[in-house]
Every structure is written in C-alpha cells, then in structure tokens.
C-alpha cells in the first residue's frame, strides 16, 4: 500500500464510518527520508547518523502512543464519569420514589384504619 512519494505527489484519504455514532480518528502522516542523509560519499560519522536518526524515530514513535494513550484515557474516562451520573441519578430517584410510596402506603393505612375508629364513635 505504500510507495515512495515524489517532491509533488498529493495523496488523499478517505475514512468512511458506516455507523451512526461519531468516532474519533487520528492519522498522522511523517514524510521524510532518512536515507536522505547518506546521500553522497561515505563519511566516518555515518553511522552515529543513523543511529541517531532511529533513535530520533523510536523517540517521536514513543510520543505519539504516548499522546493516542492519554487521549484514549481521556475519553474513557469521560464516558465512565457520565455513566456514573447516570447511574447516581437513578438510584437517588428510585431511592426518593420508595420512600414517596411508603410515605403514601402509610397515609392510607392510617386514613382506612383511623375512618373505622371514628365512625364506630358514632362522628
């Protein structure tokens, strides 16, 4: 899938989602040649060159997963915080409805048993 690019080559990418939800994507595209710099004759330093050009790549390559795993956390982290409020909404809301349905159920019991008592008075 990939081949060297000249000077002016322009290339377009097209990522579709089939889905409904919105996803995130992260491309990043480095265009340069480090086979570049022995162009010419051999010098004694060539080989501290390449060593410190992997060493330049293995390092940029360290920081970009660093940079996808911190954005990765971020976002999980956000949707387990919502997921929390939700479930925190919920509980309080069925908590306050039984307490409301006890509280009803109490009134009833004391209306129906408290009528009994005063018409048995003769009220």
């Given at each position: 899938?990939?081949r ?6 322009i290339?377009?990418?097209?990522i579709k ?9 992260m ?5 340069h040649d ?5 162009v010419?004759?051999y010098k ?6 390449k ?32 997921t ?6 919920w ?8 307490i409301?349905?006890g509280v009803?159920?109490?009134w009833?019991?004391h ?13």
């Amino acid at each position: 899938m990939f081949r060297a690019a000249g000077s002016n080559d322009i290339y377009k990418f097209c990522i579709k989602n089939g889905n409904i939800m919105m996803k995130s994507v992260m491309v990043n595209v480095r265009s340069h040649d480090p086979t570049e710099q022995g162009v010419g004759p051999y010098k004694p330093m060539e080989p501290i060159k390449k060593t410190i050009i992997r060493l330049s790549e293995s390092l940029h390559s360290i920081k970009e997963e660093q940079h996808y795993l911190r954005t990765r956390e971020r976002i999980h982290r956000d949707t387990a915080e919502d997921t929390f409020e939700r479930i925190m909404f919920w509980s309080v809301l069925a908590c306050v409805m039984l307490i409301a349905m006890g509280v009803g159920q109490l009134w009833y019991y004391h209306s129906l048993f408290g009528s009994t008592s005063s018409r048995s008075r003769g009220v």
